[in-house]
């Protein structure tokens, strides 16, 4: 199994930009992928963004593609998400979450942001001035 726990929210202003990070723990020796997900107050959760922890590549929507960057640590045990240039309509709570895949079609079905199976806590963003 995996566990995944993430950090940094917080309150900023429209306008900046702000990071959150993801520690991945548990049976890492499995190919897996790691998922920034968010929910906006009444609304449904939406998928962001993921990166493979197990090898390359990484996918973002295309709605947000032009304002957030996946990236992880050198060890691949911590995924980042930078935000930039945030509307106070990216306020929400965000989550990782990560899933084990095997074969292309899962890695493909897990980059876009299918069939989670182990999700953190979430963390609080709201932008407001």
């Known amino acids: 199994q995996l566990q995944v726990a993430e950090s940094g929210g917080g309150l900023v202003e429209p306008g900046d930009s702000l990071g959150l990070s993801c520690a991945a723990s548990?049976?890492?020796?499995?190919?897996?992928?790691v998922g920034w997900f968010r929910q906006a107050p009444g609304k449904e959760r939406e998928f962001l963004a993921s990166i493979n922890l197990s090898g390359a590549g990484s996918f973002y929507v295309d709605s947000l593609q032009d304002r957030l960057i996946i990236d992880t640590d050198t060890g691949k045990t911590t995924v980042y998400l930078q935000m930039k240039r945030l509307k106070p309509e990216d306020t929400g709570v965000y989550y990782c979450?990560?899933?084990?895949?095997?074969?292309?079609?899962?890695?493909?079905?897990?980059?876009?942001?299918?069939?989670?199976?182990?999700w953190g806590q979430g963390t609080q963003v709201t932008v407001s001035s």
């Open positions: 548990g049976d890492t020796s499995r190919p897996y992928v």
């Open positions: 979450a990560a899933r084990y895949y095997f074969g292309i079609e899962e890695f493909r079905s897990a980059l876009r942001g299918n069939n989670y199976s182990y």
